[in-house]
């Protein structure tokens, strides 16, 4: 099976937004073994929205379009491709009673629009916005039809299309997937030690991926039941956390801070943060996960030799013998946050982040990352290079940290 | 002049990264006067590029890709259009000699393939990495080629690409423009106080673009030389900061946070921070800008009630009779920074950023923020949605602290 995706809108056109839908789509029609040969992306134009659905028909089995699906005189989708595949459009009662509910007394003629559907058509209930979608067979074509936005897009590909699609391609099997999470380890590394196992799979399947500083790699199986694909996955997805040991963070996970902050709740303990070169990152890490309250008493972020002394008692002597940027000035700021806060772990950062600042014998770059806990006293220094930009420094020693944090946790 | 954009890249279509390319030079063209209508995708995969270049070629005056000008096998992209336009490559000794230059020990034959590009072309000099670009004119179609890597293409458009696409579409002329940043003004009322202005314009022209949060007019005018294009621009940039007031933040910069950074240290002043719903956030967004150690001095992040009085001085009875989301706390977390700091301002953020911990009193993005400086105690509750994500609640509760600073800063 072969699909094209088209986005359609003219702010894609003019960079006002990035197609991000045709990242999602592609990553979920890639699990489900669907090649995808085009992403189009065109203008509010009915004429060469036209012209594009001519060139997709002619080479996709699958045409899924996003944007274009709303209440204004510019949302043309519908009706273009309705018209090119030769189909009317009709007024679904349901959704406009849908609309009428979910708008009340903001609803306008213009709104009822978005319940118009190409007759045949199977609907695809918006339970994330007002436009639904849907998706019909003609021509020798499947057709999908998706609201643009993200925060819609996302959910309605994942809980609409992809069950209609699954039935397309797997003769009413289901296909399901496992996400393996790595840090601390590079992607040809990955594949080294994984290429053997990978190279004798076939269902299910494995691949990797590189991530920002991160890896990841999915095993994906088909089979008659969601209970029997697991079924398959689950020893290798074993057989894999077994062959990389360690740096494995996790299973179907979003991130390393909420393994974090799992863990931390899940065994009863709290933490607290000292910042230096993170500048604040690593708090609103941490706090980016909902209930992190839970675990995370707060932090210090201690940007000058001043704060570092006054608010976390680091000694005037560390700082003037080995630096602001230095092993011992990393312990004695983790050990801090801990006296201060009382938290069961105290974490800290210290280091160059660029692109000024460098030099000879501490580089951009230079990180060290302390981690203070009950008779515990840990140094780290993470390989970070000096070309990388403030950014991805300042990242990685976050995630750096983070992954100490996991790895003390799984001790206690 | 019509434009197509070619991303050329099998990981585009597996999702593994986004097409981020085809938004930086949209918003490029878009200065330019020149109509982008179609971006398409295509794998590393010779036929369908061709096929690919046969349709841009027939609606397109322009065509610029990005993508497979590196050294692997997979690396198609000038040799397939080169084929297309019946042009053949040759070795270009002096991108040959870059290359060993650049690359050194490294340097493999594979390497050297780079260096071959199409005859009479017009060399692309990367300095940012090592594959060259490249431009053409053939069957009445201009043909630019850059390469994928976000970090080469984006320099490579702007000092490359763009010089070239300027001279097509101003017969010598240049087209210059600058952006007006505005924070805390919706788009649509910025259209509505802007409307009558924009139209009256012809040369400068401006253009209203909603970022999130944030919005922003770009002012273009096109001139015989950069002085008379900015003499034509700046005058309209002078009426649109006067119709819109003090919600201009800025021209031609980054961020809110850059304009905090510079006018503190431009004014000699310090600035600290104490979190709670923001969790980090405005300490990491000021420790963005490189250089802000010189007015930064550190901040606590206080995300439970007991650090609010430990480390603040927050007294328990304001956190008793009016919560830790109130604009008393607020104001004493503000003044409590700043006294254990000692820096010139205080700024403080508390409150609600769901998706959980909302009441009927307080509901989720209920957020205060308090700033204190020498004789100045102040607090301001943004409106924020409650239906908006954790993320965008944090984040322009961060933005909204800012402002504040920033008007802070113009008073002094």
């Not at 070169?277 to 309250?293: A, E, F, H």
């Not at 230095?326 to 974490?347: H, P, Q, V, Y």
Request: glycine fraction near 10%; aromatic fraction near 4%.
């Amino acid at each position: 099976m072969k699909c094209e995706l088209i986005a359609v809108g003219t702010e894609l056109l003019l960079g006002e937004i990035s197609n991000t839908d045709a990242q999602m789509i592609s990553q979920g029609l890639s699990e489900l073994g669907i090649n995808v040969y085009h992403h189009t992306v065109v203008g509010d134009n009915p004429e060469r929205l036209k012209e594009v659905l001519t060139i997709a028909k002619s080479r996709a089995d699958i045409i899924i379009t996003t944007g274009g699906l709303g209440p204004t005189a510019d949302d043309l989708t519908k009706e273009t491709i309705a018209a090119a595949f030769g189909k009317k459009l009709y007024m679904d009662k349901e959704q406009r009673e849908r609309l009428h509910q979910r708008m009340g007394a903001r609803m306008t003629p213009n709104n009822e629009k978005q319940a118009m559907l190409p007759e045949n058509c199977e609907v695809l209930v918006n339970d994330w916005g007002t436009a639904p979608g849907c998706a019909f067979y003609a021509e020798g074509c499947h057709v999908i039809m998706l609201p643009g936005p993200p925060s819609e897009c996302t959910p309605m590909f994942k809980y609409r299309a992809r069950p209609y699609l699954e039935k397309l391609c797997t003769d009413g099997q289901v296909i399901r997937s496992r996400f393996i999470k790595i840090f601390g380890l590079g992607e040809s590394a990955m594949e080294d030690k994984l290429a053997f196992l990978m190279n004798s799979l076939e269902n299910p399947t494995a691949a990797p991926y590189a991530k920002e500083g991160e890896c990841e790699v999915r095993v994906t199986a088909k089979a008659d039941s969601e209970e029997e694909a697991y079924g398959l996955i689950d020893p290798v997805v074993g057989q894999i956390k077994e062959i990389l040991g360690s740096v494995v963070y996790g299973v179907d996970v979003t991130s390393l801070e909420e393994v974090v902050v799992k863990g931390l709740i899940d065994k009863g303990l709290t933490i607290s943060t000292a910042e230096s070169c993170t500048g604040g990152l690593m708090g609103k890490r941490l706090t980016d996960i909902p209930g992190s309250s839970a675990c995370y008493i707060g932090g210090a972020v201690t940007y000058s030799n001043e704060m570092k002394m006054k608010v976390l008692g680091v000694s005037p002597k560390t700082l003037e013998n080995f630096g602001a940027v230095s092993a011992e000035t990393a312990m004695e700021m983790a050990r801090g946050i801990r006296k201060l806060t009382g938290a069961d772990i105290g974490i800290s950062t210290t280091g160059v982040a660029g692109p000024g600042g460098g030099s000879d014998e501490k580089p951009v770059g230079t990180v060290y990352i302390g981690l203070s806990a009950d008779g515990v006293d840990k140094v780290i220094k993470p390989e970070l290079r000096p070309t990388s930009s403030r950014q991805r420094i300042r990242n990685s020693s976050a995630g750096s940290a983070f992954d100490l944090v996991r790895r003390e946790i799984l001790e206690k």
